[in-house]
Structure formats: structure tokens, C-alpha cells
């Protein structure tokens, strides 16, 4: 079973879609399941999970009205205020929910110490009682209070997207690999080998930019706490779905069948608990 961890749906809104700059022409538009599915076909990719992209109620029911309306999508991250007085209802609600398996917020914009703040922290503790999962999203500048933050709830699931968004486009390593070493040290902390290719030089990156990055994420995490993610549509101003995949599965050559089996799907299936 290979599985997608990590990919997004939306019908394009430009005001509140406002990231996806004029730059990122490709993406500015709608992707919805109809058109995901043939690509997962033609990369012999099972299921996947779709990932919030916007910060509303609305936006963890639109993903799960997509999720059972289509068997591949085998779980959704979606939304929920975590600072909310009535948090504890609202994921009560959302537990009734098969396919929605955890929550993310975007942290990467988010002033210094946020991930910190009592109410959050507070918040995202709430999910263990439902076993629910958390996506961190930051900038690898943030790895230091993602570290301070995942700590403090050692019974929390999380996992770490995008490799923490290290500027592989300028070759900057040595902070980010020292802080990624630091946040794996947590054993309840994995990560998706996912938004690569929108850090490198879009145009002109090459499979051997990536190498030092996936070493450091390989020797830290390991193959046991890995899960691939295309980051679709975000990743095709970079690169195509099969471009963005071949980067690792590229890498994954030189290890056992067993460790290609969790990172490309194993891992993500028993993290969020997927039905597969």
C-alpha cells in the first residue's frame, strides 16, 4: 500500500487564497479529487490524505464531505480553533468523523512563541483524548519552539511537514540540520519528507540538491518515522506530481524493501490510523 500523507484540495478563492501568489500561476485554480485521482493512478499511489489550506470550520467540512465521497482519500487534517473555550465539544463532534484524523494550524505564520502560548498548548493537549494527530507547520527557523512545543505533550502524535521548510534554494544546512536532529530526539515526533521541490530553485533544481537534506532527515528520524508526502498542488510550481515522488523514491534505492514499504506508506497508514 503506498500512500500519499500529504496533498490539498480547494475550489480557488483569490482573497482568501491570497498565498498562492500571481508567481505560482499553475496552482491558481480549482484541484478536487477528479482531478488528483488519475494522477495517483499513473504513480501507482493507493490513497492519500488531504491537508487543510485554510484556517475555517468550513474548510474541515468541505474536506470531509470530499473524503466520503471518495474511497481514496483515506483521511483528512483538517481545522478546528484549538484556543476555542468549547474545543473539547467540538472534537467530541468531530470524532464521529471516521476519516478525520487529526489537525493542523499554520504556524509558519504565526509571530515568535505562539506554538508556545498556554491556551494553545492547552488545546492541542486536548487531542490526545480522542486520538487525534497534529501537523506541525513551520519554517525551519521555528524548529526550536517546535522542539519546546512537542516536548511539553510527549503524549500528542505529531508529525512534522515539509522537513520544516529548509531554504534549499540558497544550500542552507548546518542550523536546520542541528534543530532537526534536536526535535527527533522526541519519540513521539515524525516526519513527511514533503515540499521539497518549493524550496529549491523552481526552475533549475536537480535531484542531487535534495541529497543533503534527506540525509540528514534519514540519519535523524530514520525509515521508521518517515512518511512521503507530494505536497499536490502546491509542489507542481516546481515540478510534477512524478518529479516531486522521484526525488525520494530516487533516494530510497539504496534501502531495504521493508524501510521503502513504511516510508512510502507503512508509516503514514499506522500514524493517522488509516483504513486500509
Not at 9 to 20: H, N, T, V, Y
Request: hydrophobic letters at 40%; proline letters at 4%.
Amino acid at each position: 500500500m503506498t500512500i500519499d500523507s500529504h496533498q490539498h484540495f480547494w475550489i480557488f478563492d483569490e482573497e482568501r487564497d491570497s498565498w498562492i501568489t500571481p508567481e505560482m500561476s499553475a496552482i491558481r485554480k480549482n484541484f478536487l479529487p477528479e482531478d488528483l485521482l488519475p494522477v495517483l493512478k499513473s504513480n501507482k499511489i493507493d490513497g492519500c490524505v488531504a491537508v487543510q489550506a485554510s484556517q475555517t470550520d468550513s474548510e474541515t467540512e468541505f474536506l470531509l464531505q470530499l473524503a466520503e465521497a471518495n474511497d481514496f482519500i483515506k483521511g483528512v487534517v483538517g481545522w478546528v480553533d484549538l484556543r476555542s473555550p468549547d474545543l473539547y465539544d467540538k472534537l467530541e463532534k468531530y470524532s464521529q468523523f471516521e476519516k478525520l484524523k487529526g489537525f493542523r494550524h499554520v504556524a509558519q505564520g504565526q509571530p515568535e512563541g505562539f506554538l508556545l502560548e498556554p491556551d494553545f498548548l492547552k488545546g492541542v493537549g486536548q487531542l490526545v483524548a480522542f486520538d487525534f494527530t497534529y501537523d506541525i507547520l513551520i519554517y525551519h527557523n521555528q524548529l526550536k519552539e517546535a522542539f519546546n512545543f512537542a516536548v511539553r505533550l510527549p503524549n500528542v502524535k505529531f508529525v512534522l511537514d515539509h522537513i520544516a521548510k529548509p531554504s534549499i534554494k540558497n544550500g542552507e544546512i548546518v542550523t536546520w540540520a542541528n534543530d532537526m536532529r534536536l526535535l527527533a530526539e522526541l519519540p513521539n515526533v515524525q516526519c513527511k519528507v514533503s515540499g521539497m521541490v518549493t524550496e529549491a530553485d523552481w526552475q533549475n533544481w536537480e535531484r542531487a540538491d535534495f541529497r543533503p537534506y534527506l540525509d540528514v532527515v534519514f540519519e535523524a528520524f530514520g525509515a521508521d518515522r518517515l512518511m512521503f508526502g507530494s505536497d499536490w498542488p502546491v509542489c507542481l510550481v516546481a515540478a510534477e506530481y512524478e518529479g516531486a515522488k522521484g526525488i525520494l523514491t530516487d533516494y530510497l534505492g539504496m534501502f531495504s524493501d521493508s524501510e521503502h514499504q513504511r516510508v512510502m506508506g507503512k508509516n503514514a497508514a499506522d500514524f493517522y490510523n488509516l483504513d486500509i
